[in-house]
């Protein structure tokens, strides 16, 4: 029999979600003296989208897609084999009628972009400061972000974005291929040239998030690991009723009542917001990551310290500590799918081997994550139509790079 428990407190505040942007969400309010409960469906935080992406803080990664020349690009790639980008066209209403949200979406590329970076460059001193408040040890590198180009076209074409990026507020610089190897020199290739931005930096997302829901619980927030919410009502314009179920579809089932709610719950925040009335259309953008274990010193030395962006490959790169290097990319738009696909593992591999061939990579760990994403790709930060349901979700490609400012930002509103 479900044991069934109510437990309707006023004021009380719940979050779905213990990712990024769930954890740094629950800091922020509590930090602000709100009374916060967590409630996650695994057994730990930061074990989806969290847990071992490309590493970047990069406001230098901040041009939205949303722009003709990169729809072109990515028809293209449709039929070339092992390309960044891979679609699966079989019909869907979620893929179409995102895909339909993205184009119309084109229009704002220029605000859209410029709005990334500022939001990005405002995250830096919310996560710092909270890393060293709370001495989390996540990894950091404030080594700079290096963009490479092998092309001449495709260098002149970063040089127009390159504009927006500053007017943005971004100190990025053209640098040529001797500077770029004089940067990190353990790069290999010919390149037309790069793009430097010295104030991007790198670390560990999971380290991080998981340290900081450690400093959260040190604050009074409560989390409920191994619980799924299941169903979320609400009376009029009462506190909310949450069906939780505890330890899996098999578990104890509860109700649990809060008087608000911020959804920040990654790929599933689309589901959560249509039980809220709510229309936030999330798709989940599949990537996949290596973790290559530099176990021998030959491979730590023939390792990359300055974080690297491939442009034509769609690679990004970070070094984690002086023992991983981590090499992320590729998007795929083939739903709710966590497969861990070989041949998409093999050209991060193939990449790591071509730029960097000092490195083995006798051992690496593949990953696969979906990337939370809004056509605009703009993260919904606020409130939702009904009273006391609020959004921090769908930050996409950059949810690393943007939660500190983005949960700042909602706590301030709430
Ligand atoms: C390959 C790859 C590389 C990337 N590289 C970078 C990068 O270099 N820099 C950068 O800034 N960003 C990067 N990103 C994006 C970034 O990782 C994501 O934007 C970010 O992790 C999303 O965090 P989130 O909190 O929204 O989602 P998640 O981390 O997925 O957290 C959502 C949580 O909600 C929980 N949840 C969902 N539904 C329920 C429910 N019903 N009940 C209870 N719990 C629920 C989930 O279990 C999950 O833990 C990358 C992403 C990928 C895939």
């Known amino acids: 029999m479900p044991n069934f428990h109510l437990d309707l407190v006023m004021s009380r505040i719940a979050i779905i979600g213990a990712g990024i942007t769930g954890v740094t969400t629950a800091y922020a309010l509590a930090e ?50 092992d390309a960044p980008l891979l679609l699966n066209p079989a019909p869907s209403w ?28 405002a995250a830096r001193e919310h996560l710092f400061g909270i890393a060293e408040r709370e001495g989390i040890d996540f990894d950091l590198e404030q080594r700079g972000i290096l963009h490479m180009y092998q092309q001449k076209k495709a260098f002149d074409a970063a040089a127009k974005v390159n504009l927006l990026l500053q007017s943005g507020g971004l100190d990025r610089r053209a640098v040529t291929g001797d500077e770029m190897r004089a940067i990190e020199p353990t790069l290999q290739g010919d390149f037309h040239g790069g793009f430097f931005t010295p104030s991007d930096s790198t ?15 040190r604050r009074g927030v409560r989390f409920h690991y191994d619980t799924q919410i299941a169903n979320i009502e609400q009376r009029g314009d009462g506190p909310f009723a949450m069906r939780v179920l505890h330890g899996g ?36 953008v599949k990537g996949y990551s290596i973790t290559v274990c530099l176990d021998d010193a030959a491979s730590r030395e023939g390792a990359p310290w300055v974080s690297l962006l491939d442009e034509s490959a ?26 861990i696909r070989s041949d998409r593992i093999a050209p991060l591999v193939d990449w790591t081997r071509r730029y960097f061939p000092g490195v083995a990579t006798s051992r690496v760990i593949p990953w696969a994550g979906l990337r939370p994403m809004l056509p605009s790709m703009l993260p919904k930060v606020g409130s939702g139509k009904r009273r006391g349901v609020f959004y921090n979700t769908g930050h996409g490609h950059l949810g690393w790079t943007l939660s500190a400012a983005t949960a700042h930002s909602i706590a301030e509103r709430m």
């Open 32 to 81: 602000r003296g709100h009374d916060v409960t967590v409630f996650e469906r695994h057994r730990y935080a930061a074990m989806e989208t969290s847990f071992a992406n490309g590493g970047q803080l990069s406001a230098s990664n901040a041009e939205v897609w949303n722009s003709m020349a990169t729809v072109l690009k990515g028809l293209r790639w449709m039929f070339t084999r």
């Open 94 to 121: 979620h893929k179409y009628s995102w895909m339909g949200e993205f184009l119309r979406q084109i229009p704002n590329y220029r605000a859209n972009t410029i709005e990334t970076v500022r939001l990005a460059i």
């Open 203 to 217: 670390g560990d997302i999971h380290k991080f998030t998981r340290g900081l829901a450690e400093a959260c619980e």
């Open 249 to 284: 579809s098999e578990g104890d089932e509860q109700q649990h009542g809060f008087e608000r709610i911020v959804v920040c719950a990654g790929v599933a925040s689309r589901e959560i917001a249509s039980m809220l009335g709510d229309h936030v259309n999330i798709y989940p």
């Open 314 to 339: 769609k690679i990004v790169t970070s070094r984690l500590g002086a023992d991983r290097f981590r090499v992320a990319g590729t998007a795929e738009i083939n739903g709710f799918n966590r497969d």
